[in-house]
């Protein structure tokens, strides 16, 4: 039995929680979300480079929340995207446990503090390789990145299945789903298309912690990351900030600071 | 179904001149659900208002759009036409086709038609309007003012001698600003003090005015008629009830060396002082940084000598909360000092000095007990060098306005000089006389003409020592332009009034807005100058704009006049246009999930958190609620919510898409 496992057995055994929400192996040895409530069942969780999904996508679904207090198996994102909701008021403090699996001892977080002190040691910017590619992307001009853009957009089927895997696309109610007025326009055709990604971009801007987990959803594969890793490294040059990192509120999009570097807003 | 009235306005020629009101008026009768549809030369005059005060009645009009100019002008108007005859006045829009339209447009088809659209877009607008109710909030009659220079005294006493309560706080340890240091007023040359000091001490006797000296405002949160103040009493470091204000202290305190703020660094004071005598409240303050005390653990001298044991050492810095109806900000002004002008020499020769300066110099009460004697030998200077436009009116220097007071200041020192050493030679550089004002240019005049005073046209390019004098060069642009040499041996500029260093600062605490130079705007320049753009605060003197005395005590009257007529009633009603959240019925409750980015995106601190419980008392739901006091509408929060949550009465998403929509929907039909 491996430590993860054996940490998950004892805390479901202890009831110091209801449920192990972790990575299992699903058909064609994927990996895939499991909710392990039986301490007999902790046999069932692995980790290791296939398992990349961003499981706090599942803290804001009422079916799980239902289930008591989670222990939750963490990648780094994870962390971030627990702090973010934590910021946005959508998670209590105590009301999880975060497992940071590594090779020797399975680290456990079990507040927000701890999980900002851990947060802390990690590198939280984008790393070379997307620096990268986001600089290469952002050297072509306007009217390529527009075409660029409409011929990705082109394809989008409007499944929704980007947001549905967005850990902090939690509102119940969408601005996309608003019909009174509809907004934005439900169909699949080019406009709504273009006005469904970048309105789901901008109400990112400053809260997405770049887990990828809308690239790796998209089943038309759209480069969604491209989109949010922009307004991340917009969101920091511009503002100084970083999302994820803290459980209080400090959207840099939201906030006011009066030491704010643009004078034109004084 | 829709009965829309839709009156079109000439507004004389302003707006029949470029645009076809007949054909918008028969245009706007085709728009479905437009019953009536008319125009009329003035419809803002009583019987325009008739108009559609008649239309209302006979039609039974559901909606109104008036088309005319913008709703800043004339939308109450409408409004209460609208209630008087029935019809809620919130059902009542203005389609601004003047400054919208004909103002900005040559005559022509094309001004028309965007004109009809206009009309177009509001008429859409207003059949999505809904009936609404004015909200009432009530009044806290106290008023609060910030300075207690002479415009702050001014309208503490005149919003006292009204009825109403009035705290006054004061940064420095005493009240009287400014004018306490002045000399000689002008086109008067009565003694400023003598003038001023019966107004200080009629402040300290006032029931009605509590003085908060020594003291800066904290943080002012909440609404007109309703702010919650904190006010920071700065530690003067004795017990103001005990100390008799006797001086003991201050002859004893062995640290005497400092340069004295009162004197404008030409004197020197002890650690522990009071500004000057005449001070108010003639208390005492230790300046922490320079006591020995402080600085060593030792001496403690003040407090053997002090006959009431008043002096406390330990004394803490006290917050002090306050509720208050209106906010006067009377902050006042400064002067450029320091190495903004490094050609004139101004901190490197000792010679050169600004003019609250000299005023302190021509002063009795000053460091030379009123003689003119220059700061670096104390000789009585036998030429003297007065500097107008030092810093204004310069925009390579970065203000580009005129300070306004230098002209007849300058005038003034130049004068009095003349009036103490009957034999000296004051010059004055300066670009324009601006001596605008009663009695202000035969001021002018009597310092050319009786006095003697040599007035150059032209400016100072720089100045350098040489041999004892001061070289002051510069050009005579009036008799052919030649350059000029005088020995001076003392300069007199007179630097540029700006903003108090602090003034940007406070106004983030108030949230009002401020123009480049950081001082504060008011909310229109010609018809609402004493107030500012938020609702209760009012401005008085110099913080607005350089301003002298007479115009800073009127604009103080003006502005307690403005509290006054606040005060006048118990209750204030505002415009219900406010942001709301959206409710619904169980198991939903609201679509707002909670997550209060809003709240910290809310400029005014109108977001609140409502827990929404279930009958058991179990929380269901923590969302958004706002405040309607607090709300000014700005409509920051319905921007952030991404789930559309946030609604502005008044302005819907429903309203605004439904314009929109109605523009798209013309190139359609065009089309």
Known sequence: MSALQEKARELLASAAVQVVIGYGRGSGGAARAVFIREATKAGDLVFDGTCLQNLAVYLMKPEVRKLGKAALVVRPATLRTILQLAAENQIAENSLLALVPSAEEIVLLATFAAIEAHVAALDSDLST????ELQRFTALGLDERRRFWEEQFSRCLKCYACRAACPLCYCTRCTVECNQPQWIPVPAHD?????WNVMRAMHLAGRCVNCGDCSRACPVGIPLYLLNQKLVSDVFTGFNSRSGISARSDNALST???????DFIR | MARIGVFICHCGENISATVDVMKVAAEAAK????????????????????LVKNAIREKGLTGVVVAACSPRMHEPTFRRACAEAGLNPFLCEMANIREHCSWVHEKGDATTDKAIDIVRTLVAKVKKNKALQPIKVPVTKVAMVIGG?????QASLDIANAGHQVILVEKEPSIGGHMSQLSETFPTLDCSQCILTPRMVEVAQHLNITLFSYAELESLDGFIGNFKARIRKKARSLDEKLCTGCGLCTQKCPSRRIPSEFDAGLGLRPAIYVPFPQAVPNKPVIDREHCTYYRTGKCRLCEKVCPTQAIRFDQQDEIVEADVGAVVLATGFDI??????PEYGYGKYRDVIDGLQFERLASASGPTLGEIRRPSDGRVPETVVFVACAGSRDPAKGIEYCSKICCMYTAKHAMLYKHKVHHGKPYVFYMDIRAGGKMYEEFVRRAMEEDGVQYVRGRVSRIFERGGKLVVKGVDTLLAARPLEIEADLVVLATAGIAQPGAEELAQKLHVSYDAHKFYAEAHPKLRPVETNTAGIFLAGACQAPKDIPESVAQASGAAAKVAALFSQSELVREPLIAVVDRQAPPV???CVGCFLCQSACPYQAIEKEEIRGRDGQLLKTVAKVNPGLCQGCGTCVAFCRTKSIDIQGFSHEQVHAEVLALLNRGERDA
């Open chain 1, 191 to 195: 406009l709504g298309n273009l006005e």
């Open chain 2, 149 to 153: 220079g002479i415009a702050g005294i």
């Open chain 2, 336 to 341: 450029k000092h320091g190495d903004f002008f």
């Open chain 1, 129 to 132: 390789a997307e620096k990268a």
């Open chain 2, 589 to 591: 409750y609201s679509s």
């Open chain 2, 31 to 50: 728009i479905p659900g437009v019953a009536h549809s008319v125009e009329y030369k003035y419809m803002c005059s009583d019987p325009g208002q008739q």
């Open chain 1, 256 to 262: 006011f600071k009066p030491n704010d570097p643009e």
